[in-house]
């Protein structure tokens, strides 16, 4: 890859960075099945592509936040929008931003994920919650179990995705 001689090495290897995250999530979620050939299945992205979605990611991990919006945007066709705390998240509703889903991480470094939820659920929020992890042996992914959670393990598959957008 040929890039720009006055970009720092600092830059060059950001960039590739983010390049090898958003190749590394393309490739695990397209991975788990085969769903994308069948017809119904690409029906139904082409059904989700026109709903004009919008979806808020909470994540503290920058290349997995970024490689997610980027992946949802590309693959169907949403309004994505990121920060990198829950109090990020809260103050995303309290500026008077409207979500149709809330990707959640967990483990954040300011809160958990769950503390998140219970902040935005204080608040009104009535925004579909979706937790997600990388840790699914921890005591907060526990904890949202306990509160009728079913958190999704990362990176997420397609064919939650889909199952996630199309109940929408």
Do not use: C
């Not at 592509?49 to 945007?73: N, S």
């Not at 705390?85 to 509703?93: K, L, N, T």
């Not at 409207?98 to 902040?119: H, P």
């Not at 990388?134 to 990176?155: C, I, M, R």
Request: charge should be positive; aromatic fraction near 10%; glycine fraction near 6%.
């Amino acid at each position: 890859m040929q890039l720009h001689k006055s970009w720092s090495t600092s830059s060059r290897l950001s960039i590739l960075i983010v390049a090898f995250g958003i190749s590394r999530f393309l490739l695990s979620a397209n991975s788990r099945g085969k769903s994308g050939e069948d017809s119904q299945y690409k029906a139904k992205i082409e059904a989700i592509k026109q709903k004009g979605l919008k979806i808020l990611i909470v994540d503290d991990e920058d290349r997995f936040r970024r490689a997610m919006a980027t992946y949802l945007r590309t693959q169907f066709k949403i309004s994505v929008k990121h920060v990198d705390s829950g109090r990020g998240a809260v103050q995303e509703f309290e500026k008077g931003n409207l979500y149709d889903v809330v990707f959640l991480d967990l483990n954040l470094s300011d809160q958990t994920g769950v503390q998140t939820f219970r902040e935005l659920i204080s608040r009104n929020v009535t925004t579909r919650i979706v937790f997600m992890s990388a840790y699914s042996n921890s005591e907060v992914w526990d904890e949202a179990t306990q509160l009728g959670f079913n958190p999704l393990g990362k990176p997420i598959s397609d064919e939650d995705f889909v199952r996630i957008f199309s109940d929408i």
